[in-house]
């Protein structure tokens, strides 16, 4: 008879946070490859290590798992309740020889429940103290397996309705029969309750079947077995007549074709003599065949569904452990590159489920939960709702900015194309309007501002205009020779770096105006990988491969960035400003902004990708506010410290 049954789970923990040396952890492992008589069922684990404040117990509880599940799946040929015995004393072995290749300065506390539930039979084993509980017709009892030192196995049948509750040593200790009977729907806050005093995790397994197994179909616990004992009889059903009963179907097709009968016996239907007879067989055929291709459709529907639900269980299962992990090293503080590095694989894995279009909330969830776990310890922060100040395309249509900068808090943007130079206050954004005066030539390349003064650098000159008196002068002309990677103002000076000659050309702002630009190096410095330059007092200039080199004086300085790790991409540049104390890397497509103090110690980084925003092509810092002004497109958004 077969009998379907449906396993509802769900996990009960006290806290997130365990203490140093410490792990407690449930999961459950499934693996639906193959055909029927391979498969293990659904093994359901719950682990608890206690040692030493310097022991790793997160490492090695992974590891435990890892073998437990190895173990457990390897060998399709054992029983279920053999390979639930071999993957406990694996894992035991595995237990003590990682503890005594740490020469930990005391023993280690380990405690083991593995539950199974294969077709309609519960199988379960026990190496330590864990509690284990069933719930049946409202009643709550202790299933007893025997002694706590030794690998106790049990097996048995379940019924509909039935609920299995396992849980770690404390869980044992705090919650008994009784308690659970009458405070069930408050387990999970009780629990919560007592987090500060005990490690505390349960799973609860709820069965549900569509047929009952028979009066006679009595579930029968065993305990008591030693490693190399032959177990004690087992209450449970002919494990191949079981297989068996799960669908296994053998079908014989026989098409006996006949010659056919004399002309004259083969009796003609009166609607136009249609000779029936002559299409049946291929018409039998056909109906086989369709039969046939139906059945590896749905045959291969169905496997490719079982192997999509076994790799979203696994990667949930996986995720569970690895955030527990994380919040265990962050908690210690012991090592953030560990914990950075586990929660971004955490998010690989779960993007990749999340592509595969699934209708399940829990995806998402776990990425929350991953993010702002991330933040926390690489100081990474996502940034999903930026404010938008203004659009540029609302003044002009189809405006190209060629970049963004400002004084305070007035910003300042040229449009490419029609040679416009805007003014923008972020406290009125609605009065923007033009301060160029119609006098500036097109093309332009690059907007620079300081104090009252806005420099716009053009194809082949620079022009000034003075917003004060709303003065316009060219300050420099003829540089059509120089070909700039970048172009910044500081203290009415114009700096021009210019990577093919390796120099960063300077021009002096004196009383009958601006001097030839002049190499302003001290000393030769190969700057041909130079990208862009910023100036807050001192240069700074990035190259291509990430590298910063600082200037003072003319001179190169000792300097270098630090406490990032994550590569940028290549459309990365460079940023500070008057008055900002900071060095900003923005990489452009990739959507981030990494925060340097002057030092160059990494602060903090901002991540644009789950934003609107498109691209950062320009940025400029407010020096008091320290709010970030960035310019996509037409768009300028803002984003306060």
């Known amino acids: 008879m077969e009998k379907k049954l449906t396993v509802k789970f769900q996990k009960l923990l006290g806290s997130p946070v365990f203490p140093p040396g410490s792990f407690v952890e449930a999961l459950r492992f499934e693996r639906l490859e193959g055909d029927t008589s391979q498969r293990r069922g659904t093994l359901f684990s719950l682990l608890?290590?206690?040692?030493?404040?310097?022991?790793?117990?997160?490492?090695?509880?992974?590891?435990?798992?890892?073998?437990?599940?190895?173990?457990?799946?390897?060998?399709?040929?054992?029983?279920?309740?053999?390979?639930?015995?071999?993957?406990?004393?694996?894992?035991?072995?595995?237990?003590?020889?990682?503890?005594?290749?740490?020469?930990?300065?005391?023993?280690?506390?380990?405690?083991?429940?593995?539950?199974?539930?294969?077709?309609?039979?519960?199988?379960?084993?026990?190496?330590?103290?864990?509690?284990?509980?069933?719930?049946?017709?409202?009643?709550?009892?202790?299933?007893?397996?025997?002694?706590?030192?030794?690998?106790?196995?049990?097996?048995?049948?379940v019924y509909g309705g039935d609920t299995l509750i396992l849980g770690s040593k404390d869980f044992k200790t705090y919650f008994t029969a009784d308690f659970i009977a009458k405070n069930l729907m408050k387990l999970e806050e009780t629990m919560v309750g007592l987090s500060n005093k005990a490690s505390l995790v349960a799973m609860v397994l709820k069965v549900e079947i569509d047929e009952y197994p028979t009066a006679s179909e009595s579930i029968s616990f065993i305990f008591g077995v030693q490693e190399g004992e032959p177990r004690r009889k087992i209450s449970s059903m002919n494990l191949f007549k079981f297989l068996?009963?799960?669908?296994?179907?053998?079908?014989?097709?026989?098409?006996?074709?006949?010659?056919?009968?004399?002309?004259?016996?083969?009796?003609?239907?009166?609607?136009?003599?249609?000779?029936?007879?002559?299409?049946?067989?291929?018409?039998?055929?056909?109906?086989?065949?369709?039969?046939?291709?139906?059945?590896?459709?749905f045959t291969i529907s169905r496997q490719s569904k079982i192997k999509l639900e076994a790799l979203v269980q696994k990667t949930y299962a996986k995720a569970d452990l690895d955030l527990v992990t994380a919040a265990d090293i962050i908690s210690v503080g012991t090592n953030d590159a560990n914990a950075t590095a586990l929660l971004e694989k955490t998010l690989s894995d779960l993007r990749a489920l999340e592509r595969l279009g699934l209708k399940d909330p829990r995806p998402n969830q776990y990425t929350a939960r991953a993010k702002e776990m991330l933040s926390k310890v690489s100081k990474e922060n996502p940034v999903s709702k930026p404010i938008l100040v203004y659009?540029?395309?609302?003044?002009?249509?189809?405006?190209?900015?060629?970049?963004?900068?400002?004084?305070?808090?007035?910003?300042?943007?040229?449009?490419?194309?029609?040679?416009?130079?805007?003014?923008?206050?972020?406290?009125?954004?609605?009065?923007?309007?033009?301060?160029?005066?119609?006098?500036?030539?097109?093309?332009?390349?690059?907007?620079?501002?300081?104090?009252?003064?806005?420099?716009?650098?053009?194809k082949s000159e620079v022009f000034v205009i003075k917003t004060k008196t709303k003065e316009i002068a060219t300050a420099l002309s003829s540089l059509d020779s120089i070909k700039f990677a970048d172009f910044a103002s500081y203290n009415s000076n114009l700096y021009f770096l210019d990577s093919v000659g390796s120099r960063i050309l300077r021009a002096l702002y004196g009383e009958k105006g601006y001097s030839t630009p002049t190499n302003w190096l001290k000393q030769p410095v190969d700057l041909s990988k130079a990208n862009s330059l910023a100036l807050n007092g001192s240069v700074y200039v990035l190259l291509s491969d990430g590298k910063v080199l600082k200037f003072e004086g003319g001179k190169l300085s000792d300097f270098s960035l630090s406490g990032y790790t994550k590569s940028l991409g290549l459309s990365t540049y460079i940023y500070t400003g008057s008055g900002v104390n900071y060095i900003y890397l923005v990489d452009k497509d990739g959507k981030k902004i990494v925060q340097f103090d002057e030092s160059g110690s990494y602060l903090k980084a901002y991540d644009f990708n789950d934003s609107e925003i498109a691209s950062l092509s320009s940025i400029y810092v407010d020096p008091t506010t320290l709010s970030i002004y960035i310019l996509s497109g037409s768009k300028v958004y803002e984003v306060k410290p």
């Open 48 to 157: 608890t290590l206690t040692g030493p404040k310097e022991f790793d117990a997160p490492v090695l509880g992974r590891a435990i798992f890892d073998t437990l599940e190895e173990e457990y799946f390897a060998d399709s040929s054992l029983p279920p309740l053999s390979a639930l015995e071999k993957a406990a004393f694996s894992a035991h072995r595995r237990l003590i020889g990682m503890t005594l290749s740490a020469h930990l300065p005391q023993e280690v506390d380990f405690n083991l429940v593995l539950a199974v539930l294969w077709g309609q039979v519960l199988y379960l084993c026990r190496l330590g103290s864990a509690a284990v509980y069933l719930l049946r017709d409202g009643k709550v009892s202790e299933v007893y397996l025997g002694e706590e030192a030794l690998v106790s196995c049990a097996s048995g049948f």
């Open 244 to 297: 068996s009963s799960l669908g296994k179907i053998a079908a014989t097709r026989v098409h006996k074709f006949g010659a056919n009968p004399p002309a004259a016996s083969v009796p003609r239907l009166p609607w136009r003599g249609f000779p029936y007879k002559k299409i049946i067989a291929p018409l039998t055929f056909v109906l086989l065949l369709a039969v046939f291709i139906g059945s590896v459709f």
């Open 391 to 458: 659009d540029f395309s609302l003044i002009e249509k189809n405006i190209k900015p060629t970049n963004l900068s400002g004084a305070k808090d007035v910003l300042y943007a040229a449009s490419a194309e029609s040679g416009a130079v805007y003014l923008l206050k972020v406290a009125s954004p609605t009065d923007t309007k033009r301060v160029d005066g119609g006098k500036i030539t097109a093309p332009l390349v690059r907007v620079s501002a300081f104090a009252d003064q806005v420099f716009v650098l053009g």
